[in-house]
T-cell receptor, first 117, second 115 residues
């Protein structure tokens, strides 16, 4: 199918630990991937993205790894803080045929990250 | 969220009544989207627009219609609201059709309850 899924629906960590959130995708033609953070009562917020021609990308305290061989995406958060507690979604884009530039962004259901002080 | 506003933020309506949700952007982005978010289903695309008066269906479009008469406004209408349409609705915008770079920017959402 064309679904994006997550291995773990919940993740609890201690403040200061590193967190790893995983995502499996099924469409090998997907060319762009995004991680979003959603806090309670708010809309999803962009964290980091990666194109399919890369296998790693780093941001501030976050790193996204892409393994196209096994169709796996992960988000690593360094020195996790209580403010990182939220739901994290991965999303994949696979391009439509016919020359259109519009793709289709499909979202996973999310992982709940809880950070304990 | 900067550059994108949804209204209303909360609404309770009765079954069978029409409802219109509004998404307004100040970013001049070409692409706009309506998603619904439900427990166990994540974010699902209802309709999207790739320009003024250019719209198309997403995966859960039944019972919904959209209109985009101006670049900045994208309206979602529930023709005759049903309890199954109780959900949180998010609007999103994007400069490119693929979302790259930077992904979609989402609004703060509208919580709709159909009683």
């Amino acid at each position: 199918g064309e679904s994006v899924g997550l291995h773990l629906p919940t993740l609890s960590v201690q403040e200061g630990d590193n967190s790893i959130i995983n995502c499996a995708y099924s469409n090998s033609a997907s060319d762009y991937f995004i991680w979003y953070k959603q806090e309670s009562g708010k809309g999803p917020q962009f964290i980091i993205d990666i194109r399919s021609n890369m296998d790693k990308r780093q941001g501030q305290r976050v790193t996204v790894l892409l393994n196209k061989t096994v169709k796996h995406l992960s988000l690593q958060i360094a020195a996790t803080q209580p403010g990182d507690s939220a739901v994290y979604f991965c999303a994949e884009n696979f391009p439509l045929t016919g020359g259109t530039s519009y793709g289709k962004l499909t979202f996973g259901q999310g992982t709940i990250l809880t950070v304990h002080p | 969220d900067a550059g994108i506003t949804q209204s209303p933020r909360h609404k309770v309506t009765e079954t069978g009544t029409p409802v219109t949700l509004r998404c307004h952007q100040t970013e001049n982005h070409r692409y706009m989207y309506w998603y619904r978010q439900d427990p166990g289903h994540g974010l699902r695309l209802i309709h999207y627009s790739y320009g003024v008066k250019d719209t198309d269906k997403g995966e859960v479009s039944d019972g919904y219609s959209v209109s985009r008469s101006k670049t900045e406004d994208f309206l979602l209408t529930l023709e005759s609201a049903t309890s199954s349409q109780t959900s949180v609705y998010f609007c999103a915008i994007s400069e490119s059709g693929t979302g790259a770079p930077g992904g979609y920017t989402f609004g703060s959402g509208t919580r709709l309850t159909v009683v």
